[in-house]
T-cell receptor, first 110, second 112 residues
Framework: RKEVEQDPGPFNVPEGATVAFNCTYSNSASQSFFWYRQDCRKEPKLLMSVYSSGNEDGRFTAQLNRASQYISLLIRDSKLSDSATYLCVVFKAAGNKLTFGGGTRVLVKP | NAGVTQTPKFRILKIGQSMTLQCAQDMNHNYMYWYRQDPGMGLKLIYYSVGAGITDKGEVPNGYNVSRSTTEDFPLRLELAAPSQTSVYFC???????????FGPGTRLTVL
């Protein structure tokens, strides 16, 4: 089993709709969680950190479920510019280990 | 501020050749990382450094070497290039381990 798993998609989303997807992690000792966004042929950029209580940044909401070992990202009122690959990242302090998921591709269409 | 810079942007190598991928950051970050990203895949950590003079292996270190003589620079050396090393290489830096990582634009390497 991979340490960090994501549905590769693509998730085809009509403009204005809501889309949500998860990322599961296998190591219960994981401590910090992040969502990065990567545009085609570009470098990843931090979208948001994921806090235990859940957090929101504009149209984006991230949740952490430690019991079931997954994090989620929800995008409301999708824009064409939200089309990208969303990478889940998990950090474990022991071994200073940062692990990236394979990414979930989102395509927002008019 | 330039952030994280990488050179070259593109390179084609023949099997058995060597090269150094350059990475520099001007944010005075302690942590620096090298990743590779194969088509349609996530990033895999090759090497990382928590400060000048300190480096450690990541998930896929074989065939690569690094050095960190200054805070700013973190070059990645490929010895005896192989087709399996065809990939996009990203360098990143962060102030602390779990902090926001800032990525360079990447180097697209093809080994033929």
């Amino acid at each position: 089993r991979k340490e960090v798993e994501q549905d590769p998609g693509p998730f085809n989303v009509p403009e204005g709709a809501t889309v949500a997807f998860n990322c599961t992690y296998s190591n219960s000792a994981s401590q910090s969680f992040f969502w990065y966004r990567q545009d085609c042929r570009k470098e990843p950029k931090l979208l948001m950190s994921v806090y235990s209580s859940g957090n929101e940044d504009g149209r984006f909401t991230a949740q952490l479920n430690r019991a079931s070992q997954y994090i989620s990202l929800l995008i409301r009122d999708s824009k064409l510019s939200d089309s990208a690959t969303y990478l889940c990242v998990v950090f474990k302090a022991a071994g200073n280990k940062l692990t990236f998921g394979g990414g979930t591709r989102v395509l927002v269409k008019p | 501020n330039a952030g994280v810079t990488q050179t070259p942007k593109f390179r084609i190598l023949k099997i058995g050749q060597s090269m150094t991928l350059q990475c520099a950051q001007d944010m005075n970050h302690n942590y620096m990382y090298w990743y590779r990203q194969d088509p349609g895949m996530g990033l895999k950590l090759i090497y990382y450094s928590v400060g000048a003079g300190i480096t450690d292996k990541g998930e896929v270190p074989n065939g690569y070497n690094v050095s960190r003589s200054t805070t700013e620079d973190f070059p990645l050396r490929l010895e005896l290039a192989a087709p399996s090393q065809t990939s996009v290489y990203f360098c990143a830096s962060s102030l602390t381990g779990p902090d926001t990582q800032y990525f360079g634009p990447g180097t697209r390497l093809t080994v033929l």
